[in-house]
């Protein structure tokens, strides 16, 4: 007997509904919820926790009560088989329009830790996203001290204006969008913002007891140095799976991605929000964090990072590579009449891979096209480019950084897999050298990874999931200027290794 858990989120304009019960007979837990968008979901900001096991599937009906499209991506969940409800709009769903409804079938599988999820409609995930906690399979035990209480935290930002707005009129002038305003955690901005003097995030400890802190990077355009004020902190997941223990002052975490990490609350009850009695401060301590540009800073974080490679939580990276894909990443422009836009020079700002600004078009799983790579120049082609992969292939990936237009760091996200960073530098890959820099024993195994400024980075997964996948940089106005693309693995020689039947009640389009 497994329990089933139905949870309603509504993406609309305020209300929450959490229905729990009704025992069923399956080969794996089932949990049920409904969400309705405004554009928060539920009313809440950020949205709530979906808590399931290790390999549970959650079924979420999304009932949409805003005035536009939206659809709900389901971030670093790998979805076997089930690209339908990856929440792709104009890829693999279009949109659930205003007044419907749509569930969506979220199948777990191997992940652990935790993740989140979001919407994947123009900026919607501004403010429409929460986590996942992904709890250890009955009968097993983390591979760390067992915390005495754990807490979500959501690093993400707030804007004054319509974010709708934003991104629209940006992409009507061919300018960059509008900054936010604030950042949050847990959707207070706090101090020293005026806006939020009574309202701060506080997290209460007990002296002594030690946390783990699901930690989710759902900022829109920012990578983000994090740290707590005289406190160092062990981090000992990443991305939805188990690493070596890092112990730190401060982590680098990019956009997408997700830590969980233990705190051990050991200092004077001055700092966060210890419990008992005593003196509170004159003034809040603040982190000592790296300068925002400090990339050595974040380079002795990253690459600290190891996957656990236990027997107990085994990894396995591909060696004999059979399908090898270079990829050039940049930010571009494109030509506009008399320099008539808003962007450098009077004209459009873009972003590419290889020498592509991706256009989508409704839907990619029944039509696509393939091209080869481009010119590396400022000037992007247009289009709707995907890459055709056959099943069980070993694949290799080299993203390339460019300072073509704006270099900076791209976190770049492939949806449907997990990979491992097996490489990664700075200036150009050689084919020749840059392999046997490569770490095959212990990569980290993630689904979000930051590609360098001015350098590159080597990933390598299994192509054993078919269906649709989207790969893009989760600098949301990067992705959308075009650095995006489409990933089709094809399906195996058996029903097994081919992708479900689609729902019979995905979004119309039309």
Same mark, same amino acid.
């Given at each position: 007997m497994?329990?089933?858990?139905?949870?309603s989120? @509504?993406?609309g304009?305020?209300?929450f509904?959490?229905?729990?019960?009704?025992?069923?007979c399956?080969?794996?837990?089932?949990?049920?919820y409904?969400? @309705? +968008?405004?554009l928060?979901?539920?009313g809440?900001?950020?949205?709530?926790?979906?808590?399931?096991?290790?390999?549970?599937?959650?079924?979420?009906n999304?009932?949409?009560e805003a005035?536009?499209?939206? !659809?709900?991506?389901?971030?670093g %969940?790998?979805?076997?088989?089930? &690209?339908?409800?990856d929440?792709?709009?104009?890829?693999?769903?279009c949109?659930?329009?205003p007044?419907?409804?749509f569930?969506?079938e979220?199948i777990?599988?191997?992940e652990e830790?935790t993740l989140?999820?979001?919407?994947?409609?123009?900026?919607?995930?501004?403010t429409?996203?929460g986590?996942?906690?992904?709890?250890l399979?009955?009968n097993?035990?983390?591979?760390?001290?067992k915390?005495?209480?754990?807490?979500?935290l959501?690093l993400?930002?707030?804007?004054?204006?319509?974010?709708?707005?934003?991104?629209?009129n940006a992409?009507?002038?061919?300018?960059d969008?509008?900054?936010?305003d604030?950042? $949050?955690?847990n959707?207070?901005?706090?101090?020293?913002?005026?806006?939020?003097?009574?309202?701060?995030?506080?997290l +209460?400890?007990?002296?002594?007891?030690?946390?783990?802190l699901?930690?989710v990077?759902?900022?829109?355009n920012?990578?983000?140095?994090? *740290?707590?004020?005289k406190?160092?902190?062990?981090?000992?997941?990443h991305?939805?799976?188990?690493?070596k223990?890092?112990t730190?002052?401060?982590?680098?975490?990019?956009?997408?991605q997700t830590?969980?990490?233990?705190?051990?609350?050991?200092?004077s009850p001055t700092?966060?929000q210890? $419990?008992?009695?005593y003196?509170?401060?004159?003034?809040?301590?603040?982190?000592?964090?790296?300068?925002?540009?400090?990339?050595?800073?974040?380079d002795?974080?990253?690459?600290?990072?190891?996957?656990?490679a236990s027997a107990?939580h #085994?990894?396995?990276?591909?060696?004999n590579?059979? =399908?090898?894909?270079?990829?050039?990443? &940049? %930010?571009?422009?494109i030509?506009?009449?008399?320099?008539?836009?808003?962007?450098?020079?009077?004209?459009?700002?873009?972003a590419r891979?290889n020498n592509?600004?991706?256009v989508?078009?409704?839907?990619?799983y029944?039509?696509h096209t393939t091209?080869?790579?481009?010119?590396? =120049?400022?000037?992007p082609?247009?289009? +709707?480019?995907?890459?055709? @992969?056959?099943?069980?292939?070993a694949?290799e990936?080299?993203?390339?950084?460019t300072n073509?237009?704006?270099?900076?760091?791209?976190?770049?996200h492939?949806h *449907?897999? &997990?990979?491992?960073? %097996?490489?990664?530098?700075?200036?150009n890959?050689?084919? =020749? &050298?840059?392999?046997?820099?490569y770490?095959?024993n212990d990569?980290?195994e993630v689904?979000?990874?930051?590609? #360098?400024?001015n350098?590159?980075?080597t990933i390598?997964?299994?192509?054993?999931n078919p269906?649709?996948?989207?790969?893009?940089c989760?600098?949301e106005?990067?992705?959308?200027?075009g650095m995006? +693309?489409?990933l @089709?693995v094809?399906?195996g020689?058996t029903?097994?290794?081919?992708?479900l039947?689609p729902?019979a009640n995905?979004? !119309?389009c039309?």
């Amino acid at each position: 007997m497994h329990l089933l858990e139905n949870m309603s989120l @509504i993406l609309g304009f305020l209300g929450f509904v959490f229905l729990q019960g009704l025992l069923v007979c399956t080969a794996y837990n089932v949990h049920h919820y409904s969400f @309705i +968008t405004m554009l928060t979901i539920n009313g809440g900001f950020p949205g709530p926790t979906i808590h399931v096991r290790k390999g549970n599937r959650a079924y979420v009906n999304v009932h949409n009560e805003a005035s536009y499209g939206v !659809t709900i991506h389901w971030h670093g %969940v790998k979805q076997p088989r089930n &690209s339908w409800s990856d929440g792709l709009e104009s890829i693999t769903q279009c949109p659930i329009k205003p007044g419907k409804n749509f569930t969506y079938e979220v199948i777990f599988s191997d992940e652990e830790g935790t993740l989140w999820w979001h919407a994947h409609s123009d900026w919607t995930r501004a403010t429409v996203h929460g986590a996942f906690v992904i709890l250890l399979e009955a009968n097993t035990t983390y591979p760390f001290p067992k915390p005495a209480a754990e807490q979500v935290l959501i690093l993400g930002e707030w804007f004054k204006g319509d974010v709708k707005e934003i991104i629209d009129n940006a992409t009507a002038t061919g300018a960059d969008p509008t900054l936010s305003d604030a950042y $949050t955690i847990n959707g207070q901005p706090g101090f020293p913002n005026n806006c939020s003097t009574d309202t701060s995030y506080k997290l +209460t400890v007990e002296y002594g007891k030690t946390y783990l802190l699901r930690l989710v990077n759902a900022v829109m355009n920012e990578e983000m140095f994090f *740290g707590i004020a005289k406190h160092n902190f062990t981090v000992v997941a990443h991305d939805g799976a188990y690493i070596k223990p890092v112990t730190t002052s401060y982590i680098m975490i990019t956009q997408g991605q997700t830590m969980d990490i233990l705190l051990t609350a050991n200092q004077s009850p001055t700092i966060l929000q210890y $419990t008992g009695n005593y003196t509170l401060p004159s003034s809040i301590p603040y982190p000592t964090l790296p300068n925002v540009t400090d990339q050595d800073a974040a380079d002795n974080f990253t690459t600290r990072i190891r996957s656990l490679a236990s027997a107990k939580h #085994p990894i396995n990276v591909p060696e004999n590579i059979t =399908t090898q894909i270079f990829i050039l990443v &940049s %930010v571009n422009q494109i030509l506009c009449a008399n320099a008539s836009c808003g962007g450098p020079n009077g004209n459009r700002l873009a972003a590419r891979l290889n020498n592509g600004s991706f256009v989508t078009h409704p839907l990619i799983y029944y039509k696509h096209t393939t091209g080869n790579v481009g010119n590396n =120049t400022l000037y992007p082609s247009q289009g +709707t480019k995907a890459r055709l @992969i056959n099943y069980g292939e070993a694949v290799e990936i080299v993203f390339q950084g460019t300072n073509v237009g704006n270099a900076e760091n791209h976190p770049m996200h492939l949806h *449907g897999f &997990s990979f491992y960073l %097996v490489g990664t530098g700075y200036g150009n890959f050689n084919a =020749t &050298s840059s392999p046997s820099t490569y770490n095959l024993n212990d990569p980290p195994e993630v689904n979000t990874i930051g590609v #360098p400024k001015n350098g590159w980075v080597t990933i390598r997964f299994f192509a054993n999931n078919p269906g649709v996948w989207f790969m893009h940089c989760h600098l949301e106005r990067h992705a959308s200027w075009g650095m995006d +693309t489409v990933l @089709i693995v094809k399906n195996g020689t058996t029903a097994e290794t081919s992708i479900l039947t689609p729902p019979a009640n995905l979004p !119309t389009c039309s």
